[in-house]
């Protein structure tokens, strides 16, 4: 049976819309009792970010210390709000967009200074740049060090190209690489090849609207179907159970200077990755049924 575990997320809710499906999904599992949700942070530079997190949140009756990135140019401007700004408009937030907004690491510092040690799982679905700086600011790397006991992340990509560089990481190579180096805990990766060919969201269609749909629908123009990153990093992250999912055995990771990354198998090595050992369908039913659970409380609030 599934412990309760804590979690702490970051995510960069805004350029992809499974953002926004993976924060209801982890916020129905602390509802059904899988989860204690500390505290989210969110790593783009975008005045909407913190709102369209705290709208979702409260159709879960969730509040949890939160805090935006320290660069207001990263990531904010473009396609990374066609739907925040939306969402912030249409449903209630306590996050205007045109007043300041907690920082990250503050938020940080305030969910774990009274944790545990190793009693944290730090899951990130977005660029690397917030967690580098909780890694290398001198508070927030004595309470990551001691708190969290692992980090799952949506990160590279370990098949294909060799010079391929996974999104997440393109964004902020260094910050990926600063992480590689630092962190000697426990890593476990959600590889690109993960969840690519599995197109969730179909549940959407069934209910009126609200922040996922609106987010899904505007970054779809007018589709609700996206592959499944987001949503599958935190299941894996909370689940005992991965479903038609599984980690690899354990190696070593490295990060080329272009944001490659390589996988060497090592009994001793700290991380490890999330593969698919059932079919594309029994993974898009797994993740939809997390998605539909969710979308139902969501209804009800």
Known sequence: ??????????????PDCDDTAALAILLQLCKEGHARLLGITHCTGSPYGLGTIDAICRMYGIQVPMGTCDDPGFLSTGTALCYTPSVCEKFANSYPPNEPHPDAVD??????????????????????????????????????????????????SFVGADDFTEWNIKMDISAMRTIANLWKKELILCPFEAAVDVNTGAPLAKYPDNPVKTAYSLFNKGGLLRPSWD????????????????????????????GVTRFTPDAFGNCSYIYRKGTVDEAVSWLDTMLENALQTMTKA
Do not use: W
Request: glycine share 6%; with cysteine; aromatic share 4%.
């Open 1 to 14: 049976m599934n412990q309760l575990i804590n979690v702490f997320l970051d995510t960069d809710i805004g």
């Open 107 to 156: 938020a940080l510092v305030q969910a774990m200074e009274s944790m545990e040690a190793d009693s944290v799982t730090m899951i990130t679905i977005g660029p690397l740049n917030n967690l580098a700086r909780f890694l290398t600011d001198k508070k927030a790397s004595l309470l990551m060090c001691k708190c969290v006991r692992r980090i799952v992340m949506m990160a590279g």
């Open 231 to 258: 949503l599958l990093t935190v299941a894996c992250a909370v689940l005992d159970d991965h479903g038609p999912y599984a980690l690899s055995s354990n190696g070593y990771l490295s990060v080329s200077e272009n």
